[in-house]
């Protein structure tokens, strides 16, 4: 069965400091994975989009690591702002149009 | 900069009317997409579009569900008989070319029937 699982569910970090999200997909066939910022009640925002070949993809202080072997990827964010309090979605597309949201990680960032 | 806007931001139905969302997506962009996200879950693929027709569709798109771009502009999707748990947040999106391109979210039509 295509899955999309994230974790954590949710974090809280200080301003500043580093975090790291997951994202472990089964899903197949695989075309393309996206990291999406989701701020309360508006649309996701994409981040990255990564393909088969490509492990790193950076977007300012955001950088998304991709692992098809083990399919794993992560969303790195460097020197969290308070703007960075949202949720993050991975998103996996199977190909053609259609695609599997995980249920995404909630990031609470703190003075 | 461009973006994808949506009206209404807020619609409040009977259950069994009929609803139709608008979305104005990019204007130099090809596909359209509709989503939805049941409050506090996942966001969900609904259906793709292009070329004035439907490109795909997810199974939550059944026959209560249709799409259409009535003109150059506007890209609508109806919800033909309601229910109570067609209630969620409905986003539109565009992209300039197929899926493999960046798609760009509207702010979302929040749903609720009552």
């Known amino acids: 069965k295509n899955q999309v699982e994230q974790s954590p569910q949710s974090l809280i970090i200080l301003e500043g400091k580093n975090c790291t999200l997951q994202?472990?997909?089964?899903?197949?066939?695989?075309?393309?994975l996206r990291w999406y910022k989701q701020d309360t009640g508006r649309g996701p925002v994409s981040l990255t989009i990564m393909t088969f070949s490509e492990n790193t993809k950076s977007n300012g202080r955001y950088t998304a690591t991709l692992d098809a072997d083990t399919k794993q990827s992560s969303l790195h964010i460097t020197a969290s702002q308070l703007s960075d309090s949202a949720s993050y979605i991975c998103e996996v597309n199977t190909g053609g149009f259609k695609t599997i949201f995980g249920a995404g990680t909630r990031l609470f960032v703190k003075a | 900069e461009p973006e994808v806007t949506q009206t209404p931001s807020h619609q409040v139905t009977q259950m069994g009317q009929e609803v139709i969302l608008r979305c104005v997506p990019i204007s130099n962009h090809l596909y359209f997409y509709w989503y939805r996200q049941i409050l506090g879950q996942k966001v969900e693929f609904l259906v793709s579009?292009?070329?004035?027709?439907?490109?795909?569709k997810s199974e939550i798109f059944d026959d209560q569900f249709s799409v259409e771009r009535p003109d150059g502009s506007n890209f609508t999707l109806k919800i033909r008989s309601t229910k109570l748990e067609d209630s969620a947040m409905y986003f539109c999106?565009?992209?300039?070319?197929?899926?493999?391109?960046?798609?760009?979210f509207g702010p979302g039509t929040r749903l609720t029937v009552t």
């Open positions: 994202c472990n997909y089964t899903v197949s066939p695989f075309s393309n």
């Open positions: 579009f292009y070329n004035n027709e439907i490109s795909e």
């Open positions: 999106a565009s992209s300039e070319e197929g899926p493999s391109y960046e798609q760009y």
